[in-house]
T-cell receptor
Framework: DTGVSQDPRHKITKRGQNVTFRCDPI?????LYWYRQTLGQGPEFLTY????????KSRLLSDRFSAERPKGSFSTLEIQRTEQGDSAMYLC?????????????FGEGSRLTVL | AQRVTQPEKLLSVFKGAPVELKCNYS??????LFWYVQYSRQRLQLLLR??SRESIKGFTADLNKGETSFHLKKPFAQEEDSAMYYC?????????????FGSGTQLTVLP
């Protein structure tokens, strides 16, 4: 499967712990996005990268959240001092900068449960 | 601010019946509208975009700027159309595809 891959698929943690999610985009895609989806809602934009540069961050991305994309390949999303409100599905997507369709290709997501 | 509203969380129709999933948006500029679909146990994927004006899997959607709507329609629903459908808006200048999603409509096509 050459699609967007995310790891881990599921993570259960206790409140106050740190968690990290990884996303491997489609290899030729230079844009990478993180979204968060809570139960009964659509995905909400968190942040996006073009190559290694983080170009935009949502207000949803509090200072406990940090995302990186070293070398413009895979990306990590770290949540420090997790809270129960962080429980959600974290989706990664990628696209090509010059894509005329504007289509985002999504991963299967990483589900976080904070106890 | 941009917003997408999908008023129906659940929609059930019988096989062969017409189906319409409603989407209304709020955006001051010229939006790009999309429909994304998530079939059971599959990842979210693009169904269609308003710019292409094409029919995908028998679905069409017309952007109505006067009514700020982008409803998804299919004349004859099939059981395999059962899925979660999300309407999404991109109001960015084109430099990024930051999408604003609606809350989704779960479509069930009954046999």
């Amino acid at each position: 499967d050459t699609g967007v891959s995310q790891d881990p698929r599921h993570k259960i943690t206790k409140r106050g712990q740190n968690v990290t999610f990884r996303c491997d985009p489609i290899s030729e895609h230079n844009r990478l996005y993180w979204y968060r989806q809570t139960l009964g809602q659509g995905p909400e934009f968190l942040t996006y990268f073009q190559n290694e540069a983080q170009l935009e961050k949502s207000r949803l991305l509090s200072d406990r959240f940090s995302a990186e994309r070293p070398k413009g390949s895979f990306s990590t999303l770290e949540i420090q001092r997790t809270e129960q409100g962080d429980s959600a599905m974290y989706l990664c997507a990628s696209s090509r900068y010059d894509s005329y369709t504007g289509e985002l290709f999504f991963g299967e997501g990483s589900r976080l449960t904070v106890l | 601010a941009q917003r997408v509203t999908q008023p129906e969380k659940l929609l059930s129709v019988f096989k062969g019946a017409p189906v319409e999933l409603k989407c209304n948006y709020s955006y001051s500029g010229s939006p790009e509208l999309f429909w994304y679909v998530q079939y059971s146990r599959q990842r979210l994927q693009l169904l269609l975009r308003h710019i292409s004006r094409e029919s995908i899997k028998g679905f069409t959607a017309d952007l109505n700027k006067g009514e700020t709507s982008f409803h998804l329609k299919k004349p004859f629903a099939q059981e395999e159309d059962s899925a979660m459908y999300y309407c999404a808006l991109s109001g960015a200048s084109g430099s990024a595809r930051q999408l604003t999603f609606g809350s989704g409509t779960q479509l069930t096509v009954l046999p």
